[in-house]
């Protein structure tokens, strides 16, 4: 008997059910991006054959399923990027395989997502052909916005919004692209982060602060896709706080960024703290944006209190509030906050 599940975000299921979770053949579609899974079903998972479609520009999956992972025999394809047909184990390419990215070509025996060790190893003319070099050139935001795994960015940006779980949005970012061919957004191993360490070895420094600049003035993630929206942006001395919409998933992101002198990369040429600090589904003005930033802050300004009590009380106050909350123009943006200015704007 068919019946309808109706999930979370207005994710949706029609087809046969057991047990009240989808088992047999049915369909599951996802509306904000277009994603789409028909095939069959075992215990809520998908199991056997089926066509899984990611939605927007990120490819389309048809063949054999294991326990909601490609397994088996089949083919990917991300039209003007890359398309791989032959056997899968655990959602990676394993056995016998074809890879087409972009003119390159690859046949051979693919080992959990690696290439055929034909082209891992060094050549006499010394071109090292390996999955990085692949895949890296240059990183531009043009190079990101081709090599994305959307779905995958914005499940890791809401797992690490709902969680302890720290996270750069740049590795992020890199770690749900092509960069990584092997992809898999559960995958935490030290091994994964050793290559994200490598990759960024091979980066330009100067392809490193065009990324970052970016990131700062909140432009990155509308630039890497359409579907993304900035809401509002505080740029302050210290750091730098904005509210992104994304349009796939409904869903509003507070982005925070750690600043040195306004500069992407510090003095020690180390990267500057960035991630994702909160996500909801609420619609958000500026004055209750703003009250956020304040709340993630109360803790730092409870140290600044209590390590400057030789400072009259109110002075504290009117230090911490200047310091914190003036921009690079000499605004204060605490001050337009207490008079309610932008309860007026919003």
């Not at 957004?185 to 990759?199: A, V």
């Not at 409904?250 to 040429?269: A, R």
């Amino acid at each position: 008997m068919k019946k309808t599940i109706n999930f979370p975000d207005e994710i949706k299921y029609f087809g046969e059910v057991k047990k009240g979770k989808p088992h047999g053949k049915g369909t599951l579609t996802y509306p904000d991006n277009g994603g789409k899974y028909e095939g069959q079903w075992k215990n809520g998972k998908y199991h056997g054959k089926g066509k899984l479609n990611y939605g927007g520009k990120q490819g389309e999956y048809i063949g054999e399923f294991k326990n909601g992972k490609c397994d088996g025999y089949g083919e990917f394809k991300q039209r003007g990027v890359q398309k791989y047909s032959g056997n899968w184990k655990n959602g990676k390419y394993h056995g016998q395989g074809t890879l087409k990215h972009y003119k390159e070509v690859y046949s051979g025996i693919f080992k959990n997502g690696e290439l055929p060790s034909i082209y891992l190893e060094p050549k006499e003319n010394n071109i090292n052909q390996t999955k990085n070099n692949l895949v890296m050139k240059n990183l531009s935001i043009s190079t990101l916005k081709k090599k994305i795994f959307l779905r995958d960015l914005l499940t890791r940006m809401k797992d690490i919004s709902d969680s302890s779980i720290e996270g750069n949005l740049i590795d992020e970012i890199l770690l749900c692209s092509e960069f990584f061919i092997d992809y898999d957004i559960n995958d935490f191993s030290e091994e994964k982060y050793d290559s994200l360490i490598d990759l960024y070895k091979k980066i330009k420094k100067t392809d490193l602060i065009k990324i970052y600049n970016n990131l700062f003035d909140g432009k990155l993630l509308s630039k890497i896709a359409s579907g993304f929206e900035l809401i509002f942006y505080f740029e302050f001395k210290r750091e730098c706080h904005y509210l992104i919409f994304s349009k796939y998933n409904k869903t509003y992101f507070h982005i925070y960024v750690l600043k040195d002198k306004n500069k992407p990369i510090s003095k020690s040429n180390q990267l500057i703290y960035n991630c994702v600090l909160n996500a909801t589904k609420r619609r958000l003005n500026k004055h209750k944006f703003f009250e956020l930033i304040m709340k993630f802050n109360e803790s730092v300004e409870d140290r600044f209190m209590e390590e400057n009590k030789s400072i009259d009380y109110e002075e504290r106050e009117k230090i911490w509030e200047e310091v914190s909350y003036t921009d690079s123009k000499g605004i204060n943006h605490f001050d337009l906050y207490k008079d309610g200015k932008f309860k007026q704007k919003t």
